[in-house]
């Protein structure tokens, strides 16, 4: 079964950057398309950016231009890098495979205040 694991979350001032990683237990990132969803307090959980096995990309309109996706196959891992942090990118951010069934990691908290 595959297993995955975010970290990177943390408390950010407004205009900061933080990275996230998503760590896979197996070679998963070159086999799957994958994506980071995020559940915002009272919002429904959505998605910020995916990247298919051939390595394109695609972003929420609020993030595009802040936000950057991307993965190691070698050390079967995925990031994202997010940039110019907003008070209203405080969520709880999720990596997930786009399969069916759905592979979620257990998500990682990023508060983004001044």
């Known amino acids: 079964q595959v297993q995955l694991v975010e970290s990177g979350g943390g408390l950010v001032q407004p205009g900061g950057s933080l990275r996230l990683s998503c760590a896979a237990s197996?070679?998963?990132?070159?086999?799957?398309?994958v994506a980071w969803y995020r559940q915002r307090p009272g919002k429904q959980r959505e998605s910020v950016a995916s990247i298919s096995t051939g390595g394109s990309t695609n972003y929420a309109d609020s993030v595009k231009g802040r936000f950057t996706i991307s993965r190691d196959n070698a050390k079967n891992a995925m990031y994202l890098q997010m940039n110019s942090l907003k008070p209203e990118d405080t969520a709880v951010y999720y990596c997930?495979?786009?399969?069916?069934?759905?592979?979620w990691g257990q998500g990682t908290q990023v508060t983004v205040s001044s």
């Open positions: 197996g070679s998963i990132f070159n086999a799957y398309p």
């Open positions: 997930r495979t786009l399969t069916d069934p759905a592979y």
